[in-house]
Antibody, heavy 116, light 109 residues
């Protein structure tokens, strides 16, 4: 069974940093692109970025809204996906999801609130 | 940045067929946009349905199919079930990034 479990969300002050994790199991992690997507309260989904699979060199792509502030990485030995978020703003408040391909399995999400 | 547009709401009856579309502000949607479709159910439960325009994810019922119709990507639910009552989002690839549409609320009643 494919499982993705996000963790690491919480309350952070503006300007702060946080790292989210996505623990995966049930599939060969290195075979898949892995994405991060967020959904602010009451709003639509926003793609944040992905990290490619082994065959494509684990390279990354990001949305313009987070490029330079957010970094996606992966620990292939432990099948964990990460999202490092720096210089956080109030508008980054959202529930964050990891996904094995957007059209594939998703986690249940972890919530970030950026507020003083 | 491109804008991706979906119908805000569609209604169908149990057993009926409903077609959701996904339009790009930059022009015709092609296979190079690798259209993806995701279902959202209450409590923000997301399930990927379709990737790469028409590739059904493992375990997704065959009544869900993805295609290109005219200049848009489309998700067709053939023989809708009450459990398909949900929000559906499409996402299109633009060479370096994905853009999600605003979602379509499908009501089955």
């Amino acid at each position: 069974e494919v499982k993705l479990v996000e963790s690491g969300g919480g309350l952070v002050q503006p300007g702060g940093s946080l790292r989210l994790s996505c623990a995966t199991s049930g599939f060969t992690f290195t075979d898949y692109y892995m994405s991060w997507v967020r959904q602010p309260p009451g709003k639509a989904l926003e793609w944040l970025g992905f990290i490619r699979n082994k065959a494509n060199g684990y390279t990354t792509e990001y949305s313009a809204s987070v490029k330079g502030r957010f970094t996606i990485s992966r620990d292939n030995s432990q099948s964990i996906l990460y999202l490092q978020m720096n210089t956080l703003r109030a508008e980054d408040s959202a529930t964050y999801y990891c996904a094995r391909d957007i059209g594939g399995e998703w986690g249940q999400g972890t919530t970030l609130t950026v507020s003083s | 940045q491109a804008v991706v547009t979906q119908e805000s709401a569609l209604t169908t009856s149990p057993g009926g067929t409903v077609i959701l579309t996904c339009r790009s502000s930059t022009g015709a949607v092609t296979t190079s946009n690798y259209a993806n479709w995701v279902q959202e159910k209450p409590d923000h439960l997301f399930t990927g349905l379709i990737g790469g325009t028409s590739n059904r994810a493992p375990g997704v019922p065959v009544r869900f199919s993805g295609s290109l119709i005219g200049d848009k990507a489309a998700l067709t639910i053939t023989g809708a079930q009450t459990e398909d009552d949900a929000m559906y989002f499409c996402a299109l690839w633009y060479s370096t990034h994905f853009v999600f549409g605003g979602g379509t609320k499908v009501t089955v009643l």
